[in-house]
């Protein structure tokens, strides 16, 4: 085996340090502004490449990162290994149970929130594929490609972003996380067929075949295999040193996949990610051991490879503004109509379908992949690259306050949330019924609802059992037939009987009225109301208010002083 | 307190596991006051009868009292159809903790009752000819009605046994939450949501069991983070518990469920212990 020289190695390992130190830096500094990683590792990447080092010091460039020789291909190699164990790790969150569970809704969105911009892209592709490419001969090959680019998800933008806003474990949050995994699967699996397409029409090959063959391995790895690592898993964690045997396990059977589908004449990719999906929906595999995993491959290859994107192109000389723009509607309308009208028709409201529509929007690493692959096979060119780097580059930027903005202070259902000073009074009622039916005429007006229906289904909840609560708390409620949560307080100085367990007089009185099939909701407004006032100085503080304006900003305030 | 079940159905057979079955539905009658209806698929042969007649009065039954329907076709079918019919409000039926793969996803009788009866299903895997009363009950909360239904059932059920402790569970699990350590997150914050999460879920068992008044035997509540249905049915394994029990799927389960495990398909893959399946007549 020929070695490389002393040169070389150190040509090799400097690279190696000066991509992995800037884009982790990178990386970082875009944490630090609550922004993803990736748009650090790829500004590194640029800053690194051609666009900038290249432009000033190209000579430097030329000894740092070689672009042929032995360190040339070493890297490229690198880059190789980093796409492959980043889609190991994207398939080992995919949770075939949580497909199931969410199905309908989850199917829905991620029919129309691929179909529509797939349509999108196809046929601009198709239909003035001048604009991007030189050959319009191409043209289907070419519109095949941007269909399925602009029609994948980022499901780690996603779900840090749905972590961040405090929705992830909502019906909607869960959705989203579900359509996007939906989206991976099927994703990568067009991806794959797309590639093959792609191979098959130089060659002169069949199509059919290798589609048939992506869909049955697909299949094979799912059904039988991932019942196989099931009963291997145990073993390998309780015989194997751990963490390091699982992972290890982990990542060699990542590439043994990968050499499956390379063999079958499918793309190394494919084998890596499906080879994660069947060893990740595992009941035995633990948590701990996904996360040491993602951390692995989040900081060794993710930084490798997105830095390498960068090295790959000169950004300013593929700039082409036209291209960017035409890309950034294309991509921002399809998904956001597509994946929104989805999660309508999947029975969420407008704002949450927005909401769909602005999460499923993000991009990320799969468009980066596909379109490398693309460059690299001819089928695009370096502007239409650099299109799709500024889509992934904008639309993981703006997921996070789009989704906000949908939801606006509905996000959360939080307790808090739902108030304004208008739903505030300061009572003088005599008795809890009066104080009740004060609070029901309060909500009713505001929201145009029966008094008198609403009234008895609160009182017979109140009779059933009293709803008095410790620290002079009592949250009368019930569910009653509306979509969204609502609630009022009364503050009565004096204090009437709720029968709390500290045989206290209740002073603040909260009404919750919750949707009728939305029991968890329910539990859940309760206990933060409860738990508002666990603190004796909480209660207190509210005793002591004047007005509702008053009550309402120390709510505001004892809630950001628990979070 | 409630009566959970006023009418109890039994599948009888001749077998060692038949017979103790008897002997368990003649404490569960006796303890319900309940009505029971014994349902034998066969012949109706002067023979089958004598030897059914020594089998129920052995167990402490008056033969000529009992309800006994003769029915003949497949078994499990023939058996949920005669509890619809008869109106029956608990199934008994006998199961193996465990059955071979092939069995599994072919489906056996006792596991085709468990996914499709219309009744609710009592489970047992060891049953004895000295029965004994359930003394630790673990409860699946999933915050539905089914959930509530089962829980109300579970703790009346316990009153009813004198029980020690009714348990509590629920299962939290969001994937894709490892993967934001891709995208910014660290472990620790990983950790720290999770960890918000379980106290979310502590504080509503606790405001569900207010809701619900059940004030009079000893409650814990237990939430566990991991893939819903098989961490539950770890738990019950691990603290030994003496009875299950589980709302029904909202869903008829088919294949389709075993292969791609449904949460309730961890039960019957591994039956932890007695399980009782919680579903409304005519639902």
Not at chain 1, 61 to 85: D, H, N
Not at chain 1, 517 to 530: F, P, R, T
Not at chain 2, 88 to 109: H, P, Q, R, T, W
Request: glycine fraction near 8%.
């Amino acid at each position: 085996m020929s070695q490389l020289s002393s040169t070389e190695l150190f040509q090799f390992i400097l690279a190696i340090t000066v991509m992995l130190g800037f884009g982790k830096g990178f990386g970082e500094l875009f944490r630090k502004l609550k922004q993803a990683p990736v748009v650090g590792e790829i500004i590194a990447g640029i800053i690194l490449g051609p666009t900038i080092l290249g432009y000033f010091f190209p000579d430097l460039l030329k000894f740092v990162f070689p672009e042929s020789g032995p360190v040339g291909y070493s890297l490229e190699a690198i880059t190789q290994l980093s796409i492959l164990f980043l889609l190991l790790a994207v398939g080992l969150e995919v949770d075939l149970g949580i497909l199931i569970r969410y199905g309908k809704s989850a199917l829905i969105t991620t029919f129309y929130g691929m179909l529509i911009p797939f349509i999108f892209g196809f046929a601009v592709a198709f239909l003035i594929p001048q604009f991007f490419i030189d050959n319009p001969d191409e043209r289907l090959i070419f519109a095949l490609f941007l269909g399925t680019a602009l029609s994948i998800s980022a499901l780690p933008i996603i779900a840090r972003t749905l972590l961040d806003l405090n929705i992830f474990r909502t019906k909607l949050g869960m959705m989203i996380i579900a359509s996007a995994m939906f989206n991976d699967l099927i994703g990568w699996i067009a991806f794959s067929i797309f590639l093959s397409v792609a191979e098959g029409t130089g060659t002169g090959l069949s199509i059919v075949s290798p589609i048939v063959l992506i869909l049955l391995f697909t299949a094979v790895m799912i059904v039988i295999v991932r019942k196989l690592f099931h009963r291997m898993i145990p073993w390998v964690q309780k015989e194997l040193s751990w963490p390091g045997g699982i992972i290890g396990f982990i990542m060699v059977m990542g590439l043994v996949g990968a050499l499956i589908t390379e063999k079958l004449g499918m793309h190394t990719i494919l084998g890596a990610f499906i080879m994660g999906v069947a060893l990740g929906d595992s009941v035995h595999l633990r948590e701990s051991t996904r996360e040491i995993i993602q951390q692995f491959i989040t900081n060794i290859f993710a930084p490798l490879f997105f830095v390498y994107i960068g090295l790959r192109i000169n950004f300013l000389t593929a700039f082409d503004p036209t291209i960017v723009i035409i890309v950034l509607v294309l991509g921002f309308a399809g998904k956001i109509i597509g994946a929104g009208y989805g999660a309508y028709k999947g029975g969420f409201g407008k704002n949450e379908s927005f909401a769909v529509g602005f999460a499923m929007n993000s991009r990320g690493v799969l468009e980066i992949i596909l379109s490398l692959f693309a460059l690299e096979m001819g089928i695009i060119n370096e502007s239409l690259f650099v299109g799709i780097i500024f889509l992934v580059v904008i639309s993981s930027i703006l997921s996070g306050p789009l989704i906000k903005l949908s939801l606006g202070k509905d996000k959360l259902k939080g307790f808090v949330q739902l108030l304004s000073s208008e739903d505030i009074v300061i009572s003088n009622a005599v008795s809890k019924r009066d104080a009740v039916m004060e609070l029901v005429e309060l909500a009713c007006s505001k929201h145009k609802l029966d008094k008198t229906n609403v009234f008895n289904e609160v009182w017979k909840r109140e009779e059933s059992l009293s709803t008095g609560i410790e620290n002079h708390l009592a949250i009368p409620h019930a569910k009653i037939d509306i979509k969204k949560p609502i609630a009022v307080i009364a503050l009565n100085k004096d204090g009437l009987n709720f029968e709390a367990a500290d045989n206290e007089l209740s002073k603040i009185i909260v009404l919750l009225l919750t949707p009728k099939n939305e029991n968890e909701l329910q539990l859940k407004l309760l206990s933060e109301v409860a738990n508002l006032f666990a603190d004796k100085t909480n209660s207190k503080e509210i005793i002591n208010s004047d007005s509702s304006e008053e009550i309402l900003s120390k709510l505001v305030k004892i809630k950001s002083r628990m979070e | 307190m409630g009566i959970p079940f006023k009418k109890i159905g039994l599948a009888i057979t001749f077998s060692p596991t038949g017979k103790a079955l008897l002997y368990e539905a003649g404490r569960l009658v006796k303890l319900f006051a309940a009505e029971i209806v014994l349902i034998h698929n066969g012949e109706k042969t002067l023979e089958a009868e004598t030897k059914l007649a020594e089998l129920i009065e052995s167990a402490g039954f008056n033969f000529s009292s009992v309800n006994i329907e003769w029915v003949k076709g497949d078994i499990a079918d023939t058996i949920i159809n005669k509890a619809v019919e008869k109106n029956v409000d608990l199934l008994l039926v006998g199961a193996l903790e465990k059955e071979n793969i092939i069995k599994y996803y072919s489906g056996s009788v006792a596991r085709k009752i468990m996914r499709q009866a219309g009744c609710s299903v009592l489970v047992l895997t060891s049953p004895s000819e000295t029965p004994v009363s359930f003394k630790k009950f673990c409860v699946s909360v999933d915050y539905s009605m089914q959930s509530e239904n089962a829980i109300k059932t579970a703790y009346d059920l316990a009153m009813l046994e004198k029980a020690e402790k009714l348990i509590l569970i629920r299962e939290i699990q969001a994937p894709g939450l490892a993967m934001t350590v891709q995208d910014s997150g660290s472990m620790r914050e990983v950790e720290l949501a999770r960890q918000t999460w379980a106290k979310e879920e502590k504080d509503k068992m606790e405001m569900l069991i207010k809701e619900m008044n059940l004030t009079e035997i000893d409650i814990e509540t237990h939430c566990l983070y991991g893939k819903e249905g098989y961490e539950a049915n770890k738990f019950v394994e691990q603290i030994n518990g003496d009875i299950f029990v589980v709302p029904a799927p909202q869903k008829k389960l088919k294949l389709f469920d075993r292969i791609f495990q449904h949460d309730f398909e961890f039960t019957l893959k591994q039956i932890p212990c007695p399980v009782l399946i919680i579903r409304n007549p005519g639902k």
